[in-house]
C-alpha cells in the first residue's frame, strides 16, 4: 500500500518494536496532554488516550499550514498512537514524578501480580478510518527488598515508563512470572500493531 506509517512517539521501545517489524515509518511525537482525571483504570480511559495521541498528530500533518509536501498530505498516512499504563488493584500506576514515587510504586508492586495495557489506534488520513486494539499481560513480581527497589533506581531510568519500570531492563530475580505478550509489556504488542494496520488496509 502506497502510504506512508507515522508513529506519535518518542519512546525508543516502540520504534524498536515497529523497526523489528519492518515498517518503514516517520516519527512525529504527539503533544497530547496525558494528564488524568481520575486513576480508576478503565479501557475506555486508556483507549481514548491511545486514540486521542493519534489525533494530534493527525491534525497537526493535515493542516494547511504543515510544513509537509501536498503529495505527501494527498497520499495520506496512517498514525500510530499508544498508551500503556500499569493497573494494580484496578488503580492506574503512571510514570512517576520522582524517585520517591518510583519507590513506593516499587514497594506496591512487590510480591504482587498486576497487569499491563497498551491501547493502540491508528487512523487512516486518507480513508478517515480508525481502528483500535487493546492488549493485556500480567506480571508478578518476587517480594523486593529496599536493597533491590533502590539498586534499580539507581542503575536504571524509571521517571519514563509507566509503573516505574521497564520489564526488558530488570535484574531476573525481580520478576516472579509473566502471562501473555512480553512486547505488550514493554510498550507496544507487535500483533496489535498488524492487526490494527491491516484494519485500515495496510498489509504488513
Known sequence: M??????????????????????????????????????????????????????DVVRRITDKDCPLAPEKKEKGFIVIGADTVVVLH??????????????????????????????????????????????????????????????YINTFNPLDKAGSYGIQELPPNYIDKFEGSFENIVGLDSEAVKKVLEQLGYKV
Open 2 to 55: 502506497d502510504i506512508d506509517i507515522i508513529l506519535a512517539s518518542n519512546s525508543p521501545r516502540r520504534k524498536k518494536i515497529m523497526t523489528d517489524l519492518g515498517l518503514k515509518f516517520e516519527i512525529i511525537p504527539s503533544n497530547y496532554d496525558e494528564q488524568l482525571e481520575t486513576d480508576e483504570f478503565s479501557y475506555d480511559l486508556i483507549e481514548n488516550l491511545a486514540t486521542q495521541k493519534a489525533l
Open 90 to 151: 484496578n488503580k492506574i500506576l503512571g510514570k512517576p514524578h520522582n524517585r520517591e514515587n518510583a519507590y513506593k510504586m516499587l514497594k506496591e508492586l512487590s510480591g504482587a501480580t498486576h497487569s499491563v495495557v497498551t491501547s493502540v489506534c491508528g487512523i487512516n488520513t486518507k480513508t478517515n478510518r480508525a481502528a483500535l486494539i487493546s492488549t493485556t499481560s500480567y506480571v508478578r513480581f518476587n517480594e523486593l527488598t529496599d536493597e533491590m527497589i533502590h539498586y
